[in-house]
């Protein structure tokens, strides 16, 4: 079945660091891939998405490009700002009997330091 | 976008017994979802709720265990029934609702979860 795979957290930076946040996935068919973000104490927001190869999503200075080739959506940010601390999700939706189901990743806690 | 709200927010419970969570959004959806997100883990989908049909449970979860109604297009339920301590988890619903002005399709919506704790 569909599944995807996320780098292992806990990650921890000093503000303004880059942020790459591994992504790949297994599929059949082509499915529309997705990063959410949960902040300490609240629910789940999309922050990103790609619905087709080469795509890129981008939103509050993060993107991710969906590339086929190798599978992978990883998550990118150039400078990251201690409101960035959250945890990270990465994943993909597969159309099954009408409805958009959504498998997860295992989520990366992300850490910036001041 | 929906807007979801769940009620309770927390809970702790005794074995045994059983919650019914609540799940209302401020728009007509037609497709809700339940998912569990157990301590540390990532979320998984328990059940798919469209009004007007029984709903679809994925594997490993069973109606006898989380018992879900759909009686109109912004609001469902969720029961955790006969609770065990491994049922300690946050509940969260979500929706499929159109995207935002301007992006293509169909996103979905997640609400607060509710978080609960079972002794």
């Known amino acids: 079945g569909n599944s995807v795979t996320q780098m292992e957290g806990p990650v921890t930076l000093s503000e303004e660091a880059f942020l790459t946040i591994n992504c790949t996935y297994t599929a059949t068919g082509y499915p529309s891939l997705f990063w959410y973000v949960q902040y300490p104490g609240e629910g789940l927001q999309l922050l990103l998405k790609a619905t087709k190869a080469d795509d890129k999503g981008s939103n509050k200075g993060f993107e991710a490009t969906y590339r086929k080739e190798t599978t992978s959506f990883h998550l990118e940010k150039g400078s990251v700002q201690v409101s960035d601390s959250a945890v990270y999700f990465c994943a993909l939706s597969d159309f099954i009997q009408g409805a958009q189901k959504l498998v997860f990743g295992q989520g990366t806690r992300l850490t910036i330091n001041p | 976008s929906a807007v979801i709200s769940q009620k309770p927010s927390r809970d702790i419970c005794q074995r045994g017994t059983s919650l019914t969570i609540q799940c209302q959004v401020d728009?007509?959806?037609?497709?809700m979802f339940w998912y569990r997100q157990q301590p540390g883990q990532s979320l998984t989908l328990i059940a798919t709720?469209?009004?007007?049909?029984?709903?679809?449970?994925e594997s490993g979860f069973v109606i006898d265990k989380f018992p879900i109604s759909r009686p109109n297009l912004t609001f469902s339920t969720l029961t955790v029934s006969n609770m065990s301590p491994e049922d300690s988890s946050i509940y969260l619903c979500s929706v499929e609702d159109r995207a935002p002005w301007g992006a293509w399709g169909y996103e979905q919506y997640f609400g607060p979860g509710t978080r609960l704790t079972v002794t």
């Open positions: 709720a469209n009004q007007g049909s029984e709903a679809t449970y």
């Open positions: 728009s007509q959806v037609t497709m």
